[in-house]
């Protein structure tokens, strides 16, 4: 695996690639990897002639009083772990090569990046979107990889890239869950024992979501209501949001009649997660 800290050689190496006519894949990532992570690579190994990994804790999603400080790091870890998998490069630039001192140009979907996680992290998703248009244009993938975990942001680079014409396909990979549920996250490290156990509640609520559902419940308030009940039995966790909302738009629905993403994010302890379930007659992400 070659390792590219720099913006110049990491093009050079992906433009290589794109001469010879071949499919590269790009698999953003902040590091911390785990299997949802290693998920997304096999993904784009099955798919792909060439894959491309980039690490980098991407200051500009982090709001002033977040986690960016303390979200964990390891980056001789990581490497090993996409060694392992194969991964030809891996794009990890410092700050400084990412943001230049006096870059003032951000990307905003405006709407869909106040919605969800939108509403209680201001300028995540600006976040984002930036850093993955700067990531799209410094590889130049045919096809880019992100976890259906992360669902708006999802929906947000998705509605980018058809807004901004980027010539990049974009793959979503279903969640990756611990044994009992849990969807992975980085952030699930920050867990102690007993903050881990009531990191289910997430799940709880959206398996409740999901019964009611599955039994043909269709009114998005009394699905979200039933949802946030159960989220509420677990007195360490704080709700943040439990809503149904369309997966494209991510605007509230009032009544499921196609698809339809039931989103939720808490609080247990200082540690924010979030999870999701897509709700549709044909798919049940619990099954
Ligand atoms: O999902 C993430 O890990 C990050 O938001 C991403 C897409 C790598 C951008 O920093």
Do not use: W
């Not at 106040?114 to 850093?131: A, E, M």
């Not at 248009?133 to 976890?147: M, N, Q, R, T």
């Not at 680079?157 to 969640?175: G, K, S, T």
């Not at 980085?186 to 102690?192: D, T």
């Amino acid at each position: 695996m070659q390792i590219f800290p720099t913006i110049s050689d990491m093009r050079a190496a992906s433009r290589a690639v794109l001469h010879a006519g071949k499919r590269l894949g790009l698999v953003p990532t902040m590091g911390a990897l785990h299997e949802g992570h290693l998920s997304l690579i096999r993904a784009a190994k099955s798919q792909c002639d060439a894959v491309a990994a980039s690490i980098f804790v991407n200051p500009l999603q982090f709001g002033p009083n977040e986690d960016l400080a303390k979200y964990p790091r390891d980056f001789d870890r990581d490497c090993e772990l996409l060694k392992k998998e194969g991964v030809d490069f891996l794009f990890a630039p410092s700050v400084e090569e990412m943001y230049p001192a006096g870059a003032v140009t951000h990307v905003t979907v405006e709407g869909l990046s106040d919605k969800l996680c939108g509403k209680s992290r201001p300028g995540h998703f600006r976040g984002v979107t930036t850093v993955v248009s700067k990531l799209f244009h410094i590889v130049e993938p045919d096809v880019a990889f992100f976890g259906q975990k992360d669902a708006a942001q999802l929906a947000i680079i998705r509605r980018m890239v058809r807004d901004l014409n980027f010539p990049v396909e974009i793959e979503a990979c279903p969640i990756i869950r611990e044994s009992d549920g849990l969807a992975m996250s980085s952030r699930n490290a920050y867990l102690n024992a007993q903050e881990r156990k009531a990191a289910l509640a997430l799940y709880r609520a959206l398996k409740r979501v999901q019964e009611l559902f599955d039994q043909g419940e269709r009114n998005a308030a009394t699905l979200a209501d039933a949802g946030k009940r159960v989220f509420k039995e677990e007195k360490s966790a704080r709700l943040d949001y439990l809503e149904i909302v369309d997966p494209d738009s991510l605007e509230a629905l009032t009544e499921v009649k196609k698809t339809a993403l039931a989103a939720v994010a808490g609080f247990v302890g200082t540690t924010r997660l979030i999870d999701n379930v897509v709700l549709s007659g044909e798919e049940n992400a619990f099954r």
